[in-house]
């Protein structure tokens, strides 16, 4: 997604941030009881343009997505990750550089930084990142919100802990690449309107099937029938908000074969219908377009969007 404009925010210097109009982000930190742990939760809603978020820098650095969430990762110019991070998968990011993330559609996210000391036992990993997606992660992390700074920091080094434990016991499989990745992304975006076979795909990586699959998989936390399904959803979340298209209309732009199955897909991803899910985010929109709140703690800075995207890098 190409914004107009791009909000940086610090959140070093910020509790809550809204934006006016229809682009909301709501940055919330939690006490932790343990200094050299940071965390924060990074919640957008009702975005149309690109918000480019700075995070906290330490000795490594955890992103879990709590929904499906649209975003890049990048660090020192070097691309991290592109793409859409799922529900319940966990992004770990190694060294004290500063991160910085871009987020291009509605999100929720933790971050969750180790400042001053080591986060895990010694364990190689591929280029200090790795992906991974686990269930009972995304469950510790849920429990932050409502637990005492002291259990916050026991929650955290458990999360630590078990993330590290679940990253070691993966095939050692080298990550598809971030140009490739981002090849075969535009390629399946041309063609959403149209069956796409996996064969096509590790084509267009230049990969036999099999390995396509395992390093795709290794890159993105997901087979590529998910990661396709989940654009087709993207897509059609877009035109439900931007265009006034009859649902049997975007079912078949988005390459769902009907309407019934374009709407069973739909709700097992967002948990509601197509049609629920358009009421349901127009009427936020609405409501937030009466809203036009800054807090005076606030550091937002507007700075021109780049325009040419950006430079392909290894993805680990």
Known sequence: MQADIAIKVSLGRIRDVFETIADCLHVEHFSVADPNISLAKLTRENGKRAI???LDSGVGTFVVAARDSELRLEQKGRMLFQGLMIEGSVTFVEGSDPITVELQSDACLYVLTFLREPCRDPCSVVGGRFNIRDIRLAELIGEISE????????????????????????????????WRLSRVRRYAES??????????LADVAGFSRAHFAATFKAAT????????????IQAAARLLICTDLALVEIALQTGFQNQPHFTTVFKKITAVTPRKWRDSRRSAAVASSLKNVL????????????PEGFVPHDLH
């Open 147 to 178: 637990s005492s700074p002291a259990r916050r920091s026991e929650l955290t080094r458990n999360f630590s802990q078990l993330a590290f434990e679940h990253y070691r016991s993966l095939p050692r499989v080298h990550p598809l690449s971030a």
């Open 295 to 306: 807090h005076a703690a606030a550091v937002i800075e507007h700075l021109p969007a780049n």
């Open 221 to 232: 936390s997901m087979s590529a029938h998910e990661f396709l399904l989940r654009m087709r």
């Open 191 to 200: 063609r959403l309107d149209q069956r796409i076979s996996l064969e096509e």
């Open 52 to 54: 480019i978020t700075s």
